[in-house]
């Protein structure tokens, strides 16, 4: 990859994550108003329609698209998906932007955790430290035993989990299958998965939050899109690590548009877990690279 690419790379990944951030504040205004399921079905039938879209556009169309030998791990990946970002945007009424993001942000860390048992990777002691203060930082943000603990902090928490496993999926995916594979089997399961249970809390929606539904219709495809591009461009180590200013732009909305307070046990919290976080994408780099 040349320096060129790689620059560009790193501005479209701090441009995903904006709208990945404002896409996650649409989300938070709509199921504050509706059900969330109705929500992120009508946002994956878009999504569907342009991952059909992108795959008609490939080398053997739809057929090829949709070819592997792994249907169940495929569809099992595309249905967790679906799952995950059902229980995120739940996370985002109960707790707002700012702290499901922070307790979010420590899915690397759990894709470095569960990389052995899944992947039969090893980690060694260094990564496993940086996953330790990892989760001294999730500690933080939550607080357990300084206050009266809410159960709603674990929804974030569950959310990371799932999409790490998700992650995870992906990677053992991509032994056989292509990320056109991957990317076909998720928009599909995921749309079949959300409505066939969203249609069951369908609810009338007005004209405004029609336009807010356009709107983060396109923002998912969008961030899609310019995250396809990214990983184009330039090698996932280089732009990875601009992936956590999403919880800068979300801590940002969440302030000026929601009103949410930004707490000092949350700020002390978040930069453990990004620290812990980048150090382990270090690692992994250095990995690779033969150290």
Known sequence: MSADNTRLGIWLMVATTFVFAMQDGISRHLAGEYNVLMVVMIRYWFFAAFVIAVATRKAGGLRAAAATEQPLVQAFRG???????????VAFVLLGLIE??????????????????????????????AIAVGFVGVLIILQPGMRVFEIEALVPLAAAFMFALYGLLTRYVARK??????????????????????????????????????????????????????????EAS???????????????LGLLVFGETLEANVVIGATLVVAAGLFTLWRQRQKELGD
């Open 79 to 89: 249905l967790l998906l679906a799952t995950e970002i059902c229980v995120m945007i």
């Open 100 to 129: 499901s993001h922070a307790v979010f942000t420590s899915y690397p860390l759990l894709i470095a955790a569960l990389s052995g048992p899944v992947l039969g990777e090893k980690v060694g002691w260094r990564r496993w430290a």
């Open 238 to 252: 280089a732009v990875q690590p601009f992936a956590y200013l999403q919880l800068v732009f979300a801590a940002s």
């Open 177 to 234: 299958d292509s990320a056109a594979t991957s990317f076909f089997w998720t928009g599909t399961t995921g749309a079949v998965m959300t409505t066939a249970i969203g249609l069951w809390f369908w609810e009338p929606m007005s004209a405004p939050d029609w336009a807010w539904m356009a709107l983060l219709c396109v923002t998912g495809a969008g961030g899609h899109f310019l995250l396809i591009k990214t990983y184009e461009l330039a």
